[in-house]
């Protein structure tokens, strides 16, 4: 398997898996439904296992190296820019693509029945829930919103403090290697993990399932794949002069895995080392990356909630203004980092429901499609994550041009990577990534 490229790994486990569903569907297997289950489940928990350490060391360590970057206010300011622009074309395709098709017109549902999910999120547990109440229980909560906050404050009074952090700083970049490296083992278990992910929600999520949300399920693929191969292509050319098909050779493997593990956290090691084969230095791509990973979501905080939120508004007969597309496009850049990068989007749509007066057990009727919604909306929220850094490197002239031009003939994982690499290696460096 090591001398088959991963992504084509991924891809076998997709057929696989989608095979296997059908199979288990069709024939009412019970027992290979669950198997399924358990093998996605256990990849996708391993995966989360890892997020609080991943997300506060990798901050930390970034927000420190930044002494270390020419300019780095203004790459940092530049990245929160482009962030903010990108989420704002996206929530715009959600909102035209919503008024165009009316995912909501003529479905029929029993609304009596729905109720508001358990998470949900308003502007002030928004604000609130940004500050832990303390720092021991934002870890053992897994609350990623709470630990980029922390991780925020002590990497930015580290890098005030300077020389006599140093120690901690160390602590910090040692603990952040280990966890990669164990990290780089489960994901080097993802087509494993794709096989188990995707047959399940076939088994689980079939066409009776889906098929009174047909609309809106397609609507939601359409809007995804319009940023993903329309603006994104188009912001690639216009705003970098960068060829569109070798920033997606580079950043494929990364996409992939975030369809199927619907984690942008999760991906974020195969995200940033994948930025950093498009040629982004290392030392910008280890800030921009994990802040991404955390922050920037078109497809869960944008393209998603537009739509969700007409689709609600038609189904309980609410007619929706300019002054509501406005909200949701406000919504949607402002409110992004409550999605925190884990799977789902629910706290975003309810955010957006309450901010527009819509009932949040519209979010309810959502659920049980949610998983298969999931799936492009985490792969368009990685590739946002992977373009910015890209489009501001290269504006900034300090994209290595040829580094971006072979990456995608570069492998992301390379057969002696397990007993050879430690870490991250420089985008200019050929070498393979750490297992």
């Known amino acids: ?167 901690f700083v160390a602590i910090n970049r040692a603990l952040l290697e280990i966890v990669q490296k164990a990290l780089w083992w489960v994901i080097r278990l993802a087509p494993i993990g794709t096989l188990g992910l995707i047959g399940n929600a076939v088994a689980s999520y079939g066409w009776d399932l889906v098929a009174p949300l047909a609309r809106f399920t397609t609507a939601v693929y359409v809007g995804c794949a319009i940023v993903l ?57 280890s800030f921009a990356v994990p802040f991404g990973a955390t922050t920037k979501m078109d497809g869960c905080a944008a393209v998603y909630p537009a739509l969700a939120a007409i689709f609600v508004a038609q189904v309980f007969g609410v007619q929706l203004g300019i002054t509501d597309y406005l909200l949701i496009a406000f919504v949607s850049v402002v409110g992004s980092a409550a999605t925190a990068g884990l799977t789902g989007a629910i706290v975003m749509l309810t955010l957006t429901l309450s901010t527009l007066g819509l009932p949040l057990a519209g979010a309810g009727l959502l659920l049980a499609i949610d998983p298969i919604l999931d799936m492009i909306r985490t792969a368009t929220n990685v590739a946002g994550q992977a373009l910015v850094p890209t489009i501001v490197a290269a504006r900034e002239g300090t994209l290595d041009r040829a580094a971006y031009d072979s990456a995608g003939r570069r492998p992301l994982l390379a057969p002696t990577d397990a007993d050879t690499d430690t870490g991250p290696r420089r985008a200019e460096q050929p070498a393979p990534v750490p297992a």
């Open 229 to 285: 191969f329309v603006v994104y292509p188009l912001l690639l050319v216009g705003a970098g002069r960068l060829n569109p098909l070798r920033f997606f050779a580079g950043a494929w493997p990364a996409i992939e895995l975030a369809f199927v593990s619907r984690s942008s956290v999760g991906t974020m090691p195969v995200t940033q080392r994948s930025v950093e084969r498009l040629g982004v230095p290392r030392e910008y791509a």
């Open 1 to 167: 398997m090591r001398k088959i490229p991963f992504s084509v790994q991924i891809l076998l486990g997709l057929v696989l898996g989608v095979a296997l569903g059908f199979l288990a569907r069709a024939n009412d297997l019970s027992w290979l439904t669950s198997t399924l289950d358990t093998v996605g489940g256990l990849f996708v928990q391993l995966l989360k296992l890892a997020v609080p350490p991943l997300v506060f060391t990798a901050i930390v360590v970034s927000v420190v190296s930044l002494r270390g970057v020419t300019n780095a206010a203004r790459l940092a300011l530049k990245t929160l820019l482009w962030f903010g622009v990108t989420a704002l074309i996206a929530v715009g395709v959600g909102i035209g693509l919503g008024v165009l098709t009316d995912p909501g017109r003529g479905v029929t549902l029993d609304t009596a029945g729905a109720t508001a999910p358990a998470k949900t999120g308003s502007w002030t547990d928004f604000l609130t829930g940004i500050v832990p109440t303390n720092p021991v229980g934002a870890f053992v909560d897994g609350n990623v919103l709470q630990i980029v906050f922390l991780a925020l404050v002590v990497g930015a009074a580290a890098l005030l403090v300077g020389e006599p952090a140093e120690p």
